[in-house]
């Protein structure tokens, strides 16, 4: 449980944060300007840009723009070396909608024989669900700002 706190606490914080680094600017939430090129993502880039920003403290297994998926790999929190979690997050729509997002979060404890598959705590997915969905409002409201 105390596992699960620190987890909440970690999300809360991360949704905060923001890893523009000046390099990349988005526009109507599909698309990505880069230099001189532009790349078309397949998923809302409101959406996208907000998951990579709210779990950057978890490492990254993969990540498809054009598909929508972001899967972590195995975290473990220092305060539980016990426990550990994964996270897939889906993209599934061009519109910043929270249908078009769905959080999935796996949780192993650790026994005698190694990891074994835990019930994670039912509202981790929504709580991380609606960080995402935050940060993806602010970050509309900034692109918006900054256009007009």
């Given at each position: 449980m105390r596992f699960l706190t620190a987890f909440a606490c970690l999300l809360l914080l991360a949704g905060c944060g923001s890893s523009d680094d000046g390099t990349r600017a988005m526009d109507s939430g599909t698309s990505i300007a880069s230099g001189s090129s532009r790349m078309t993502l397949g998923v809302?880039?409101?959406?996208?840009?907000?998951?990579?920003?709210?779990?950057?403290?978890?490492?990254?297994?993969?990540?498809?723009?054009?598909?929508?998926?972001?899967?972590?790999?195995?975290?473990?929190?220092?305060?539980?070396?016990?426990?550990?979690?994964?996270?897939?997050?889906?993209?599934?729509?061009?519109?910043?909608?929270?249908?078009?997002?769905?959080?999935?979060?796996?949780?192993?404890?650790?026994n005698a024989n190694g990891w074994s598959d835990a019930q994670p705590s039912p509202d981790t997915a929504h709580k991380l669900e609606d960080a995402i969905l935050t940060r993806a409002r602010e970050l509309r409201l900034a692109t918006l700002g900054t256009s007009g």
């Open positions: 809302n880039s409101f959406l996208w840009h907000a998951s990579l920003d709210t779990l950057s403290f978890l490492p990254l297994q993969s990540a498809d723009p054009f598909g929508g998926v972001i899967i972590s790999d195995w975290y473990v929190a220092p305060t539980a070396p016990d426990e550990r979690l994964k996270v897939t997050v889906y993209i599934m729509d061009r519109a910043l909608r929270a249908d078009g997002l769905k959080v999935v979060v796996f949780r192993q404890v650790r």
